[in-house]
């Protein structure tokens, strides 16, 4: 199950195994952000970490030339991501 955020994922892996249900025997778990609640449970939790900080950056950087009149072009960037594979899949 891949969640939008590790949050949910955690919640899951709890609903998991309320059921009786093993992660990851019985079911895969992954997350969204890396969040320090997923790291300290057991196993510890599949994430998807992406740059949080330099997307802000870039896009504080666009808002404000617009902000001076600049023209900003719309483009897609791809700032690309890791995995920190935990035990959960």
């Known amino acids: 199950m891949f969640c939008t955020n590790d949050d ?3 919640g899951a892996a709890f609903e998991c195994q309320r059921l009786g249900l093993k992660v990851p025997d019985d079911m ?5 952000h890396g969040h320090d609640i997923g790291q300290v449970m057991e196993p510890r939790l599949a ?10 950056s870039i896009g504080a950087e666009r808002l404000l030339a617009r902000i001076r009149g600049e023209s ?5 960037l791809d700032l690309g991501f890791t995995l920190s594979p935990g035990g959960s899949i």
């Open 72 to 76: 900003v072009t719309p483009k897609m």
């Open 47 to 56: 994430s998807v970490l992406t740059p949080r900080e330099r997307m802000g």
């Open 28 to 32: 895969a778990i992954a997350g969204f």
């Open 8 to 10: 949910l994922a955690v």
